[in-house]
Each structure stands twice: as C-alpha cells, then as structure tokens.
Nanobody, 124 residues
Framework: QGELVESGGGSVEAGGSLTLSCAAP????????TGWFRQAPGKQREGVAG????????YYTDSVKGRFTITQDNAKRTVYLQMNNLKPEDSAMYYC?????????????????WGQGTRVTVSS
C-alpha cells in the first residue's frame, strides 16, 4: 500500500454530516484491510471503522455504530467514511491507515501506512 490521501474533514454543528475520503492514488488496488482511526487532544488513538476488501466485513467502534458507515470503491481505490448525526465527542483528527490486520477487530501492523489526517470539529 502506497501513499494515502485523506479529505473531507471540516466543521459542522451537532447532528450534521461529513464524508471522509481516503484515496490511494499510487497503488494498483486498495489493501485487503483498511480503516479509519481518530485521535482527540489528550486522548489515545482509537479505531473507528474498518473494512475488508469488497465490503465482506466491516467493523465499528460502539460509539459510532448506527451513525457511521465505511465503504470502499475499488475502481477509484478509495475508502469512504460517511458520518451522520455527528456529536461533539466525535471531534478529532481522523486518519486513514492500510494495510491493517483484520480478524476479530482491525489493527495496525509493522508496515501500515498512515494518511496525513483530516480534522473533524463538531460544535454543540
């Protein structure tokens, strides 16, 4: 997996929506397992959503279930994170990462590449 380029962050009010994109322009295909992580100031990085190639399996942390959706467009070599009903606690820097290990959950491995991050700010 080569460079990952994220976009789509911004500032919204609570209840609003944003869609994050993670593109791999220099790679022939998306990795088998790709995911989104986030890190808020003073907090540890956490896995938000992950996806196996083809969408056969998706993963969501409990706090975003029912509000976030991760999808993958292999033709565009892009993974999306649709975020609805955003809450102030969703505010963080969001990072795309691949390749990951996907089994019972998704996690970084030694050769995981990280995007530069895109900031999401949700105001109450």
């Amino acid at each position: 997996q080569g460079e990952l380029v994220e976009s789509g962050g911004g500032s919204v009010e609570a209840g609003g929506s944003l869609t994050l994109s993670c593109a791999a322009p220099g790679s022939p295909a998306m990795s088998l397992c790709t995911g989104w992580f986030r890190q808020a100031p003073g907090k540890q990085r956490e896995g938000v959503a992950g996806i196996l190639a083809g969408g056969d399996r998706t993963y969501y942390t409990d706090s975003v279930k029912g509000r976030f959706t991760i999808t993958q467009d292999n033709a565009k070599r892009t993974v999306y994170l649709q975020m609805n009903n955003l809450k102030p606690e969703d505010s963080a820097m969001y990072y795309c990462a691949a390749p990951l290990t996907c089994d019972s959950w998704f996690s970084a491995r030694a050769d995981t590449n990280w995007g530069q991050g895109t900031r999401v700010t949700v105001s109450s």
